[in-house]
């Protein structure tokens, strides 16, 4: 009896911690993986992944219960945060980066992984969704901004201009919220388009949920739902610097619906528009951020 004990226990062990890859894959881009690398992959993904996203991948661990947002889904092949335009699959330095800085306001702490680790983990976590990346095609390719054309040696400025992109050219309030009073939005109005506004949205305070492209582990009919930031209160998940936001504007959300403004508005809009929202962001937990609203009629 103790024999066949210690045999299905190593059986056990074996399948959690033993090689699951007895052979190389070939990922997008014709990127070769070793099993070797696979096999750490598996290991890293057990000890720091698996228990909110799940054994399988699917964003179904034991700790994802309650997780506002949810894990991420692995099996879809679809993920929020890279440096890539909305749409294209991200860089292996994408996901790298995540692992190692994390995802603020989430339980997406910055792990401790090596680099060889979280390279490994990363060609690991591909094999969840093999109908996307074991397949012919590439990845996305980073966004290139020009260069900051503001600094901090022309903050306000930035920041001013900001303010009339944000409210004006790319109308992020129809998503977010609106940060001026309705009577500056309508001298804003009488300014960019030449008439003054006399109706408002009765949700321009207010924030707005949006679809997304993302389903739940049991069904894939079941989408999330996400509520984008209070930038006054709430944390942007991989950005916090005036250039990690620019970044983020260019590169958009994949799947949440913030899209990429690269190929919209002008790489200085979205400059002026970081430092605005970096301005908003610094009201957090201050006594400004009541005076502020206040001020705006909100």
């Keep these: ?97 995540i692992l190692q800085k994390g995802l603020k306001g989430t339980a997406m702490l910055p792990w401790d992984v090596s680099d060889q680790q979280a390279y490994a983990v990363t060609q690991y976590i591909k094999t969840f969704a093999p109908q996307v990346w074991e397949q012919e095609g590439s990845v996305g390719t980073t966004v290139e901004l020009e260069a900051d054309p503001y600094t901090m040696a022309r903050e306000q400025s930035a920041i001013a201009k900001g303010r009339e992109v944000y409210h004006m050219v790319a109308n992020c309030q129809t998503c977010h919220r609106g940060y001026v009073s309705k009577s500056d939005l309508s001298m804003m109005n009488e300014k960019y388009n030449g008439e003054a506004l006399t109706e408002f949205d009765d949700d321009y305070f207010q924030l707005k949920p949006q679809d997304s492209e993302y389903y739940f582990y049991d069904s894939k009919d079941r989408f999330a739902k996400y509520l984008p930031p209070d930038f006054t209160w709430h944390e942007i998940r991989s950005a916090d610097t005036v250039e990690e936001i620019a970044m983020r504007l260019a590169a958009g959300v994949t799947g949440s619906g913030m899209p990429s403004w690269k190929e919209t508005i002008a790489d200085h809009e979205i400059w002026a528009v970081s430092y605005y929202v970096k301005s908003l962001m610094n009201l957090k937990k201050t006594p400004e951020r009541k005076k502020f609203f206040e001020a705006i009629g909100n």
């Design 1 to 97: 009896m103790k024999t066949l004990i210690i045999f299905f226990v190593s059986i056990l062990i074996s399948s959690c911690t033993g090689n699951s890859f007895k052979e190389d894959k070939i990922f997008l881009g014709n990127k070769k993986v070793s099993a070797d690398t696979l096999n750490l992959g598996h290991q890293v993904y057990l000890e720091y992944c698996m228990a909110c996203h799940g054994v399988e991948g699917d964003g179904n661990g034991p700790a994802a219960k309650g997780s506002i947002p949810p894990p991420r889904n692995f099996k879809q092949g679809l993920y929020k945060f890279g440096l890539v335009a909305d749409g294209e699959l991200p860089t292996d330095e994408d996901f790298i980066r």
